[in-house]
């Protein structure tokens, strides 16, 4: 199900959903209340397009995965 992550400092750190104890689906990892991370797992592995972003928003690089491996170019 439906499942969000808070860190010490009570802001959002992650969110996504679980299926059978494992990631899967899209989940949005987060630092200083900006995304800093999001894609797909799939049974618990990266897997498709991932995002990744610096702290100001900006892309830092994109790519996709291919259980739990990056694939292709980055």
């Given at each position: 199900?439906?499942?969000v992550?808070?860190?010490p400092?009570?802001?959002?750190?992650?969110?996504?959903?679980?299926?059978?104890?494992?990631?899967d689906?899209a989940?949005?990892?987060?630092?200083?209340g900006q995304?800093?991370?999001?894609?797909?797992?799939?049974?618990g592995e990266?897997?498709?397009?991932?995002t990744?972003?610096?702290?100001?928003?900006?892309?830092?690089k994109?790519?996709r995965?291919?259980?739990?491996?990056?694939?292709?170019v980055?």
């Open positions: 199900g439906h499942w992550e808070w860190d400092q009570g802001h959002k750190a992650a969110e996504g959903e679980y299926l059978n104890d494992l990631r689906g989940w949005s990892f987060f630092k200083d995304v800093e991370a999001a894609g797909n797992y799939r049974a990266r897997h498709g397009n991932w990744f972003r610096y702290k100001d928003g900006q892309k830092m994109s790519g995965y291919q259980n739990g491996k990056e694939e292709g980055w």
